[in-house]
């Protein structure tokens, strides 16, 4: 009696922590890292499958499901690493060794120097271009998303709000059929966000004057996207 208590409290345990983890995210830049990105993104799709599969199944899964959630969390989380060692080991790679003088090279000769600048006069009739607005990378507010398929022809609206905490996003998704929230990143005028959704769509784009634009994947496809703000 004793053991089957100790076990049933080791299982609850489990159950609450598996329950508060924090649920994988996409936190890698595909235009760095490609295969490490798309590794996350298919990490996130089976973590949110799973959940399905304990909705439908009331959670009594024996608690394999918690543990699986739990171990593509980590799963989610080495993959991170993995990009940070790759941008490290590419930092070091391009750095010179530290105390290595420098032999120049005799058979280059020096660039012999430019002629001296011959004043110009201004030509009048030429106004300088204006220079382009400023992008605000600042994305909270309510999208309307227009999609190209990726399985047929045509497109589809989706709506989202979104909100931004520093370069962390969060929100909710609407689409033609499904909906939930959303959850993604900033850096810079570089967006992603993936959706909590049956399944998961994963934006990656660019904040532009008149908007955001970009790929978005499903199921491995992908296909154009662009979003106006409502």
């Known amino acids: 009696m004793k053991s089957r208590t100790i076990a049933l409290l080791g299982f609850v345990v489990m159950s609450y922590a598996v329950a508060h983890a924090q649920a994988p995210s996409v936190t890698i830049d595909p235009s760095r890292h490609g295969n490490l990105a798309s590794a996350q993104e298919s990490v996130i ?3 949110y499958r799973i959940g399905e599969a304990q909705r439908d199944n009331g959670s009594h899964l024996g608690g394999h499901a918690a543990r699986a959630k739990e171990l593509l969390a980590q799963a989610n989380q080495e993959i991170g690493l993995a990009a940070d060692q790759a941008d490290a080991n590419e930092g070091a790679l391009a750095a010179p060794p530290p105390g290595q003088p420098t032999t120049p090279n005799v058979a280059e000769a020096p660039a ?4 001296p600048a011959q004043p110009t006069t201004p030509n009048v009739a030429e106004a300088p271009a204006p220079a ?3 992008v605000n990378n600042n994305v909270s507010g309510n999208w309307t998303i227009y999609a190209y398929n990726v399985a047929q022809p045509g497109s589809s609206l989706k709506q989202v709000q979104i909100s931004q905490d520093g370069n962390i996003l969060s929100g909710t998704f609407h689409g033609p059929h499904q909906k939930g929230h959303l959850q993604g990143w900033i850096s810079g005028n570089h967006v992603e966000f993936s959706t ?6 994963t934006f990656r784009g660019e904040v532009t004057a008149d ?4 790929m978005y994947g499903i ?3 992908h296909a154009p996207w662009k979003a106006q703000r409502n």
């Open 211 to 214: 908007g955001m634009s970009g």
């Open 196 to 201: 909590d959704t049956r399944d998961v769509l």
């Open 219 to 221: 199921h491995g496809e």
């Open 132 to 134: 382009p607005p400023p």
């Open 112 to 115: 012999p120097a430019p002629p």
């Open 45 to 47: 799709q089976a973590y």
